[in-house]
């Protein structure tokens, strides 16, 4: 299932925003900015931005809401087709059992400066936090984000198409 190939950039095939947040919300001191772009002919959501982890920061994203919720009972995961700056990113999915903001579960992927798709099965997601289910497995996924965080980089990532395998 194609989620967003940017036919109607800003918007999914679900008709779903997507949406730039940074650590800011919390205090963080990242910075950023995200745009439609085109690389290699390639019309593509380009995130770029200092992330730093200064004062208790480190994180910017793009996300967006799925409505209807993806049942991950129905695929094996997510696929992407991204191109980066050789640096590692995030796909974080939230469902009904991650409340709180910091809660989501977590695949890390590795770019290069050329078109790659990837895909990240639903096994191999982590979960960020103790107080919600091991394993995204049999849960609805109700948000999929791009992340690029954690550590002090400049981020500068492309992404041209993301779905469910």
């Known amino acids: 299932m194609i989620l967003d190939q940017l036919n109607n950039p800003n918007f999914t095939n679900q008709s779903q925003e997507w949406y730039f947040i ?3 919300v919390m205090g963080g001191l990242s910075t950023g900015e995200f745009i439609v772009d ?3 002919g390639i019309r593509c959501y380009r995130m770029t931005g ?3 982890t200064k004062n ?3 994180f ?3 996300r967006a809401k799925l409505n209807p919720e993806i049942s991950s009972k129905d695929y094996n995961g997510v696929y992407i087709k ?3 700056n050789n640096k590692n990113y995030n796909i974080h999915l939230r469902t009904g059992l991650t409340l ?3 809660q989501y579960y977590s695949f890390t992927f590795a770019t290069t400066k050329n078109w790659n798709e990837i895909k990240l099965p639903f096994n191999e997601f982590i979960k960020s936090n103790f107080y919600q289910p091991k394993s995204i497995l049999g849960q609805k996924i109700k948000s999929i984000g791009l992340v690029a965080g954690f550590s002090n980089f400049k981020s500068d ?3 041209g198409e993301i779905g469910f395998y």
Request: charged share 15%.
């Open 60 to 62: 910017i994203q793009i």
């Open 157 to 159: 990532i492309c992404l």
């Open 50 to 52: 200092d992330i730093t």
């Open 56 to 58: 208790n920061g480190g």
């Open 100 to 102: 709180a903001p910091w």
């Open 38 to 40: 085109k690389i290699d």
């Open 22 to 24: 940074t650590d800011q």
């Open 82 to 84: 991204v191109y980066g």
